[in-house]
DNA sequence: GCTGAGCGA
């Protein structure tokens, strides 16, 4: 009977439509946080540049990166007690255009002798309970 | 700081 096959075939239809009609995707607030730990964090002024050659001092990051926007502030991050750079550091420009050319810029070029690699920063530690002194993070900058 | 992934005193 033709009826009888035309209403067999109407569910096949409604079951694909209650299939992705189904509020199923609630991802836990914790997402957002395992997800900036892998990756690309989104954009900011801030960039993260790993690779350095070791001997990269911040002035060579600021001067290279320099070319591509206004740095307010660059840093090669040094172990304390070497003193000795840790090979990779941190370069804030004015604008987030300018960091995005940054990037562009510097992503995958040569400092010193090795390929650096330049990113988004993540945004530093969760704000905590204030420090008894001034050599809290919180105070630099 | 030669040994090279990473997120900062």
Not at 64 to 73: C, I, K, R, T
Not at 103 to 132: C, H, S, T
């Amino acid at each position: 009977m033709a009826l009888r096959t035309a209403a067999a075939a109407a569910p096949c239809g409604l079951r694909r439509f209650f299939s992705t009609s189904i509020p199923a995707f609630n991802f836990p607030p914790s997402a957002a946080a395992a997800a900036q730990q892998r990756e690309k964090a989104e954009p900011s002024t801030n960039l993260f540049v790993s690779g350095l050659s070791k001997r990269t001092t911040t002035e060579k990051l600021q001067e290279a990166f320099s070319q591509f926007g206004e740095v307010l502030h660059a840093r090669v991050v040094t172990d304390r007690v070497s003193g000795y750079s840790k090979g990779f550091g941190f370069v804030r420009y004015a604008t987030l255009e300018e960091a995005a050319k940054g990037i562009e810029g510097m992503d995958g070029k040569f400092l010193d002798g090795w390929v650096i690699f330049a990113e988004y920063a993540r945004p530093r530690q969760p704000p905590g309970p204030p420090e008894n002194n001034m050599a809290s993070p919180y105070y630099r900058q």
